[in-house]
């Protein structure tokens, strides 16, 4: 099985909500990081959100703040994020990602060298 692996996408209509999921083989135990992180067709790829998987601190894009949570569960090894009120920017393609035991989790994609495939996130108007 691969070390990420998404679920949860679809499409909604603005204001809608959609849950994903992150299976994560490996990265659970104390002191690591893993994101969720989005990339718009024709964009570069940005941060959403992160989570420190012993602690269970949280950091948020300020695009999706009060919109966007992300949150563990180590017992089923999950990382998930649930998104409400979407709106049409926020069309893209999410991904997981991991890495081990940085001091802090940034939303910096180059911090992270493990990443799922994907799973496509539409909004329509």
């Known amino acids: 099985q691969p070390p990420l692996v998404e679920s949860g996408g679809g499409s909604v209509q603005a204001g809608g909500s959609l849950k994903l999921s992150c299976a994560v083989s490996?990265?659970?135990?104390?002191?690591?990081?893993v994101g969720w992180f989005r990339q718009a067709p024709g964009a570069v790829r940005e941060g959403v959100a992160t989570?420190?998987?012993?602690?269970?601190?949280?950091t948020y894009a300020d695009s999706v703040k009060g919109r966007f949570t992300i949150a563990r569960d180590n017992r089923n090894n999950i990382v998930y994020l649930e998104m409400n009120n979407l709106k049409p920017e926020d069309t893209a393609m999410y991904s997981c990602?991991?890495?081990?035991?940085?001091?802090?989790?940034?939303?910096?994609?180059?911090?992270?060298?493990?990443w799922g495939q994907g799973t496509q996130v539409t909004v329509s108007p």
């Open positions: 989570i420190e998987t012993t602690n269970g601190a949280t």
């Open positions: 990602a991991a890495v081990f035991g940085l001091p802090r989790c940034r939303l910096l994609p180059s911090d992270y060298y493990e």
């Open positions: 490996g990265y659970m135990d104390s002191g690591n990081c």
